[in-house]
């Protein structure tokens, strides 16, 4: 796995150099078709720039950046969708250059993950809050002086450590 | 000299940290009062340690001191005496020495503006911070001294990562830090609470202002740092998920939570384990940025896994402080009280619903954070977890609590009425939802997340005025609405202030996200390029001398209407001191949006007179993404400048509930 991401990074590092001969005849304009420029962006922004820190390959400056902008601008020309174009990238890449993991076995988790959370969270802030009412039934309620005498006696803070907290 | 002198300084408050931790500690568990006494003093002497040691390697740097092992790495000698300054957290070394020192002045604010907390309270908060003190010092001496020496010394110093020079630096990573290490008073405090057992109002009114002002400290340190990359890194975000960004974010999302909680424990006495656990929660969040930040761990899992010593040690001192804790809290937490009755929908509830989300959003960005070094460590592959992620699972989460946010000042406490709330914020739901709908084909197009983020957005600001109005006018009786609303107290205005600043941040986000537009494209002397309604002409790029660097410094025309309305000046620098070209965007600013203009690379490197990649941006009300920011450190600064929190703790003054029967 390890080898074939360095021959892959190597790979791509010997097409940025080879991209950067032929840079001079770009063509002039490069938002001339604004359909494709904009899918472009949405597209690079999903990538990976692959030898920067971590930046798009929308954001990032660096040749390969560059090299694949004008890539994937060309087969947008050509005519494919932008399924096929991240496909693409995936399998000279791998993963890695999705900012957006794909969903399969080792990410289940990551995508799982946060409805999880979001379950489990609600359902424990419902356990708590019913708890916490049937506990509070247990007891008799306050008449309003005793409410009141008990928040005093709760805010003072201080001396008695004991009781105070479970007055009501 | 000088650099042995703050060495020595370093070396000297390591026991002084220890002494004072131990004693205070065990004379407040075992009430021996000169022990007690001494938590004070010892504060401020490790304050005065620390500070000394700091300013021998401000010195350092100001004398350009190469034989200084970090001050010849991080500095040169052309450096401005600004970046000079600042330099000294600009490595790892010195920014654990200003984490160090945020933490002593921290500490030594507490012995100041707490002198009607009880002695042994104090005793017990200061020697928390100065056990932690200690760790940190440990840490610094042993694996990350910057006193460090090379003899002979270098003729000249690496220089300041270019990036770095920038009056960003100046103030992001201070600020930052005060709000990081600022959780630290409110995780002192907590512990205190759980070692003494005190864990009542009296704490929560404590430990508020303090944990108001750390965050305040954050959200602007978080802030200045997005803008930072927005202006300094040319590629015209303000936010990418980064892991460093997401190592100050989380404390924030906790620390929010925290604020909240602990507002509950003081007006009603509830949730107290909660708000214990979030205080340490929000501190651990701190410690464990630091380690993500510090370690190396981000760059590379195996670069750390082959120099471990510095990562190590942080995380060995992550899991004790972690561990110690929550060891306390599950020794502690069963003896605390439930406090107030509240119904199922109320102002607790509420709260308490607001705390889960936050709770669930802190999660999730930590998830994320983790996973793909989880994945790498496992050697299961290689992955990137980015933007469309978080956004797309981020979203969910706060779309809810944004909505609540509007519901939350309006409900009572201990028990409120939904169908009462209905009635009366159904109205606000409908020209929310207007605005909503038709508001964005005046900017062009609807999509499904524009319309959702401009439908919390006016909810929250319409829910918030109508909230302000009500209660001005209940209590208003004879005297005229302006005077009335001056006479609310501070809190309430801070909370609003507060609520709109998360507003105004919604509506730039969204306007962002929906409107903005870029365009990459080649401009030769002369060309002009348009988006939405701005040309610009580029005139063509001049060598300009900087103080440490050569730029290439672009001139742009910027049009409206077809007349010319200022020229604008993005830069290219190389420094001297290193191969890597810096960006410097040119930014025209303004209320409803920015125009932005950055230089990529000359066309031709022979020819930088010719012609240039240039992107320009148009960025639809991208500063109130950070104008909201400002207003809710606003709202949390009013809010504790409140008149309960002068007489903090003072007997015999109002207590909550008496405030709150009144």
């Known amino acids: 796995m390890k080898a074939l991401s360095c021959t892959r990074l190597l790979a791509a590092l010997v097409l940025a150099l080879a991209c950067q001969l032929g840079l001079a005849e770009e063509a002039r304009p490069l938002a001339d078709d604004p359909v494709a420029e904009k899918r472009l962006q949405a597209i690079s922004a999903e990538l990976r720039c692959l030898v920067c820190q971590n930046e798009t390959i929308a954001g990032s400056n660096a040749d390969l950046a560059k090299d694949l902008r004008r890539e994937i601008r060309g087969m947008i020309q050509a005519g494919q969708s932008d399924q096929q174009i991240i496909d693409f990238m995936v399998t000279r890449y791998g993963d890695f250059v999705l900012y957006r993991p794909p969903f399969k076995s080792v990410t289940l988790l990551l995508w799982v993950g946060p409805l999880l959370f979001l379950v489990v969270g609600i359902a424990a802030l419902q356990l708590y809050m019913r708890r916490r009412a049937r506990l509070l039934q247990d007891s008799r309620p306050l008449s309003e002086a005793e409410a009141r005498q008990a928040e005093a006696l709760l805010a003072e803070g201080s001396n008695d450590t004991q009781g105070k907290g479970t007055a009501p | 000299m000088i650099p042995e002198l703050g060495h020595f300084a370093l070396i000297l408050s390591l026991p002084v940290a220890a002494l004072v931790g131990v004693l205070a500690l065990l004379g407040a568990h075992r009430n021996r009062a000169p022990w007690i006494a001494l938590a004070k003093p010892g504060a401020q002497a490790l304050a005065l340690l620390v500070t000394v040691a700091y300013l021998c390697l401000t010195q350092a740097f100001i004398a350009n001191d190469f034989s200084v092992i970090y001050v010849a790495q991080h500095s040169n000698s052309l450096l401005p005496l600004q970046y000079r300054i600042a330099g000294v957290w600009g490595g790892h070394e010195g920014s654990l020495l200003l984490w160090m020192l945020m933490l002593s002045w921290w500490a030594l604010l507490v012995t100041w503006f707490s002198r009607n907390l009880p002695a042994p309270m104090l005793a017990r908060v200061l020697g928390t911070l100065c056990l932690v003190a200690f760790g940190f010092l440990l840490f610094i001496l042993l694996t990350s001294n910057p006193f460090e020496r090379i003899l002979p010394g270098v003729a000249e110093g690496k220089d300041l990562n270019p990036l770095l020079q920038d009056p960003g630096l100046i103030i992001h990573p201070p600020l930052l830090y005060m709000g990081y290490v600022g959780f630290s008073v409110a995780y002192a405090f907590a512990v205190a609470a759980l070692l003494s057992g005190q864990l009542d109002a009296a704490w929560a009114r404590w430990s508020r202002p303090w944990t108001v002002v750390a965050w305040i400290f954050l959200t602007l340190g978080i802030a200045m740092g997005s803008w930072w990359a927005y202006y300094e890194l040319g590629w015209g975000g303000w936010w990418f998920w980064d892991p460093v960004e997401n190592a100050s974010f989380m404390p924030w999302l906790i620390g929010t939570a925290l604020l909240h909680s602990l507002a509950v424990t003081e007006k009603r006495g509830s949730f107290k384990n909660w708000t214990v656990l979030l205080a340490i929660s929000a501190f651990s969040l701190s410690l464990l940025g630091t380690f993500l930040v510090r370690s190396g761990v981000l760059t590379s899992v195996h670069a750390f896994a082959t120099d471990p010593t510095r990562g190590v040690f942080i995380l060995a001192f992550l899991v004790t402080v972690i561990g110690a804790s929550l060891a306390l809290f599950v020794w502690r937490a069963p003896s605390v009280g439930l406090g107030g009755r509240f119904?199922?929908?109320?102002?607790?509830?509420?709260?308490?619903?607001?705390?889960?989300?936050?709770?669930?959003?802190?999660?999730?960005?930590?998830?994320?954070?983790?996973?793909?070094?989880?994945?790498?460590?496992?050697?299961?592959?290689?992955?990137?977890?980015?933007?469309?992620?978080?956004?797309?699972?981020?979203?969910?989460?706060?779309?809810?609590?944004?909505?609540?946010?509007?519901?939350?000042?309006?409900?009572?406490?201990?028990?409120?009425?939904?169908a009462e709330i209905a009635r009366l914020l159904k109205w606000a739901l409908a020209v929310a939802g207007v605005v909503a709908v038709t508001l964005p084909f005046l900017y062009g197009s609807w999509t499904p997340l524009v319309g959702l983020g401009l439908l919390l957005a006016t909810w929250i600001t319409l829910t918030a005025v109508l909230h302000f109005v009500q209660r001005v006018q209940a209590t208003r009786g004879d005297a005229g609405f302006l005077a009335a609303a001056l006479r609310q107290p501070r809190h309430f205005w801070g909370m609003h202030l507060a609520h709109l600043g998360v507003a105004v941040f919604v509506v730039g986000v969204t306007m962002v996200g929906g409107y903005e537009e870029e365009k990459d494209v080649k401009m030769g002397p002369g060309d002009t390029v348009t988006v939405s309604g701005y040309s610009f002409r580029f005139l063509g790029v001049q060598r300009v001398e900087g103080p440490n660097y050569v730029a290439m410094r672009g001139e742009v025309e910027l049009l409206k209407n077809g007349k010319v309305d200022r020229l604008l000046h993005p830069e290219k620098r190389n420094y001297h001191s290193s191969m890597m070209p810096m960006t410097e965007a040119a930014i025209d600013a303004g209320l409803l949006r920015d125009v932005y203009v950055s230089l990529g690379e000359p066309i031709d490197r022979d020819q930088p007179e010719g012609e240039w990649a240039v992107r320009v941006y148009y960025k639809p009300f991208v500063d109130w993404i950070w104008g909201g920011c400002v207003l809710m450190s606003l709202g949390g600064l009013i809010a504790i400048l409140d008149r309960r929190y002068r007489n903090v703790g003072r007997r015999g003054t109002a207590t909550p509930a008496q405030e709150a029967a009144a």
């Open chain 2, 343 to 418: 119904g199922l929908f109320s102002r607790e509830s509420l709260l308490l619903t607001n705390n889960v989300l936050l709770a669930v959003a802190t999660g999730t960005v930590l998830l994320g954070t983790l996973y793909p070094l989880l994945v790498d460590a496992l050697a299961l592959g290689k992955i990137s977890v980015g933007p469309p992620y978080f956004n797309a699972v981020f979203a969910p989460i706060m779309a809810p609590l944004l909505f609540l946010m509007g519901v939350g000042p309006f409900a009572r406490w201990k028990h409120a009425s939904i």
